[in-house]
């Protein structure tokens, strides 16, 4: 969703760039609340398309996909391969 956001704010950007108008300045405020909802989210949030990636990844491993079914998918990728990557 947040890169939708940005990818629609620099879709806009653009469109407004090439029809010449005035240069678009971001605030210092709306700045810093843009900044502030990404840090915001926390580590553990994790999105589908994520978690399908780390059980793709663990169900190669029989040990990994029972303890996957078990303790869950994020404690059992971070048995058997260390830190989620992302």
Same mark, same amino acid.
């Given at each position: 969703m947040k890169t939708? @956001?940005?990818? =629609? @704010? +620099?879709?806009?950007? =653009?469109? +407004?760039?090439? /029809?010449?108008?005035?240069?678009?300045? /971001?605030?210092?405020?709306? #700045? #810093?609340v843009l900044l502030r909802r990404r840090r915001a989210a926390p580590a553990g949030d994790l999105s589908p398309l994520q978690l399908e990636s780390l059980w793709e990844v663990c169900e190669l491993h029989d040990g990994c996909d029972e303890m996957a079914e078990t303790a869950g998918i994020v404690a059992a990728y971070v048995a058997y391969y260390g830190p989620v990557p992302f």
């Open positions: 939708l @956001i940005l990818l =629609s @704010i +620099c879709a806009l950007l =653009s469109v +407004c760039w090439s /029809m010449g108008a005035p240069e678009v300045v /971001m605030t210092r405020d709306l #700045a #810093a």
